[in-house]
């Protein structure tokens, strides 16, 4: 087997990597994959496959984000669901505190401390159309890049909402 001083080295170095590990992904960066439709086609754009979770993107989460939050029009987020906290949603941003954004039945004005998302795939996504503006506390963080599946990597374009967004 091993000596008792080998199996302790050997667990001080798993336990250092996993609290390296675990800081970057809370602090930095994480891999966050993307399921379902609502985003596509900029993230599975070939939705109904057999292969299931092996056609999910999986995208690069940066959190610098969130020291001040500083998010633009366009940037692709990760945040907990309104709804239920242990849920992740990834969405656009269309618009930000003081913005007026107009849906298909009504004018909405985005309160501070708050953002407006929605999917790029309308007709399947749950977004801000139906729970309301987002508030900036649930955001875990700005996609960048996407990791998988690799003839697919790359950075991921900025898309503004034209003629939706005015600002006050």
């Given amino acids: 087997m091993g000596t008792p001083s080998g199996l302790w080295s050997i667990a001080k170095k798993c336990f250092t990597v996993g609290l390296i590990t675990l800081t970057v992904s809370d602090r930095f960066a ?9 985003m596509s086609p900029t993230f599975n754009p ?24 500083k998010f633009s029009h366009g940037d692709v987020i990760v945040f907990c669901s309104p709804y239920d906290h242990k849920e992740k949603h990834v969405k656009r941003i ?45 955001v875990n963080g700005r996609a960048t890049q996407i990791l998988w599946p690799p003839h697919r990597v790359g950075s991921i374009d900025r898309k503004v909402a034209q003629n939706r ?3 006050s």
């Fill in 30 to 38: 994480s891999i966050v994959p993307v399921r379902g439709a609502s």
């Fill in 46 to 69: 070939k939705t109904n496959t057999l292969l299931g979770s092996l056609s999910d993107d999986y995208v690069l989460v940066e959190k610098f984000c969130l020291i001040k939050y």
């Fill in 94 to 138: 269309v618009g930000l505190p003081g913005d007026w954004v107009g849906t298909h039945y009504d004018v909405v004005k985005i309160p501070e401390g708050h953002c407006w998302v929605e999917g790029d795939n309308s007709a399947s996504s749950i977004d801000s159309r139906s729970f309301g503006p987002v508030p900036l506390g649930l």
């Fill in 165 to 167: 967004v005015s600002s």
